[in-house]
């Protein structure tokens, strides 16, 4: 199914920086169901929705990667009915919706630790997504599933210490080649949704010059129009990285 939308970006948008990577910590689903007194998992159903708009709508506005937080190495500590929940939700959105993504020319691309945790079906479905998708050119949808940054960073100071390299070889490109993506470039925009404050270990290396936006709308009532007013936002900001003003 194509773009169910048609496209509309913002003429304030034109013409101004469109950030290369947004980074969307997707939070509030389980607040956004109980408001209706309704159960939490409720919430990460209508999140796809959302998911797919906002993808859509990146698209629409030229983002090179959207990175999405799915699910973290502490969200294991949730009760098992959740988790489950979780599980089986990603793996049939994956199954759902990756042929209408790669009908648009969208790469699925996973962050995060393939452990024992994660069901075969899950891994399955996350290896087809990949190699479906794997050639498409249009965009980056990097999905950090069972992700971590201090995970990742320590699974990248344990690479270093496999391929032998010596203390007076480690620097930060070092470390940065064995991330999960170095091919990606750092995220320009990290938003958070929800109204929490907090980075809640999501991409802890990569985000040490993003700007972020936080909004208090709920991801389940996330769209498009959210993302191009976060945009908006991103372009009214300053990127200084440490230097002095233009
Ligand atoms: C985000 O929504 C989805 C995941 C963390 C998997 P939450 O489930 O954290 O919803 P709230 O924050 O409890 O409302
Ligand atoms: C962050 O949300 C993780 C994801 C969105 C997948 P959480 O709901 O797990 O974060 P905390 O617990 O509020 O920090
Ligand atoms: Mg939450």
Not at 102 to 107: A, C, K, L, M
Not at 172 to 182: I, T, V
């Amino acid at each position: 199914m194509p773009d169910p939308r048609p496209i509309e970006i913002p003429a304030s948008l034109v013409g101004g920086t469109i950030p290369k990577h947004v980074a969307i910590v997707m939070d509030g689903n389980g607040r956004w169901a109980q408001r209706q007194g309704l159960p939490r998992t409720v919430g990460h159903g209508a999140g796809e929705e959302s998911l797919l708009d906002t993808t859509y709508g990146a698209l629409s506005l030229g983002v090179r990667v959207l990175t999405v937080y799915a699910f973290s190495t502490e969200n294991w500590r949730r009760p098992v009915d959740e988790v489950r929940y979780l599980m089986n939700f990603n793996s049939g959105l994956l199954q759902r919706r990756q042929h209408e993504l790669h009908d648009q020319g969208v790469r699925i691309t996973f962050s995060g630790r393939r452990d024992w945790r994660v069901p075969k079906k899950v891994m399955k479905n996350m290896d087809s997504a990949e190699s479906l998708t794997g050639a498409n050119k249009a965009m980056t949808l990097n999905i950090a599933f069972n992700y971590g940054g201090r995970a990742e960073i320590v699974d990248a100071v344990a690479r270093l210490v496999a391929d032998k390299v010596p203390a007076n070889k480690i620097d930060e490109k070092a470390l940065r080649s064995r991330l999960y993506h170095p091919e990606l470039p750092d995220p320009d925009l990290v938003v958070r949704t929800s109204g929490e404050y907090r980075i809640s270990n999501f991409l802890l290396w990569e985000m040490a010059y993003s700007e972020l936006v936080f909004t208090d709308v709920l991801w389940p009532d996330f769209r498009r129009e959210q993302l191009f007013e976060a945009v908006e936002e991103f372009q009214r900001r300053e990127r200084r990285f440490g230097g002095l003003d233009k």
